[in-house]
């Protein structure tokens, strides 16, 4: 099953740290614009725009998904960027399967959201 199609589970099983070989599927396969962080634990990805309100218009985005899915995210905001990075503190910033589940609803802001032209890719 694809990551965008899953929801966020709180349980004992959700804060365990996912493998490095299922990680590294996950990511080249479904979150190929996401960097690993070894050092802090975390996936992040940098999205940029083309001014503040759509910046601040994708934050409020990122709000909604990680309300919904009570998992919420470390961001950094700037004019025309974001960094969003996802760690499961609970399993003392291990990446778990809800990181990648959270950062896979963003990603699909890219293609389902309202931001239209003002997206700017990384790629």
């Not at 740290?17 to 996401?34: V, Y």
């Not at 001014?51 to 709000?63: R, S």
Request: glycine share 4%.
């Amino acid at each position: 099953m694809l990551l965008n199609e899953q929801q966020c589970v709180h349980n004992d099983s959700a804060r365990s740290p996912i493998d490095a070989n299922t990680r590294d599927q996950l990511l080249s396969e479904q979150l190929d614009q996401w960097q690993f962080d070894a050092d802090a634990g975390a996936v992040m990805r940098k999205f940029k725009f083309k001014n503040y309100y759509h910046t601040m218009a994708f934050v409020n985005a990122v709000a909604w998904i990680a309300n919904k899915q009570a998992h919420h995210p470390d961001l950094e905001v700037s004019y025309g960027h974001c960094i969003v990075r996802y760690t499961t503190h609970d399993a003392g910033n291990s990446l778990c399967m809800n990181d990648l589940i959270c950062a896979a609803h963003i990603d699909a802001l890219e293609t389902n959201g309202s931001f239209g032209p003002n997206f700017v890719s990384e790629q």
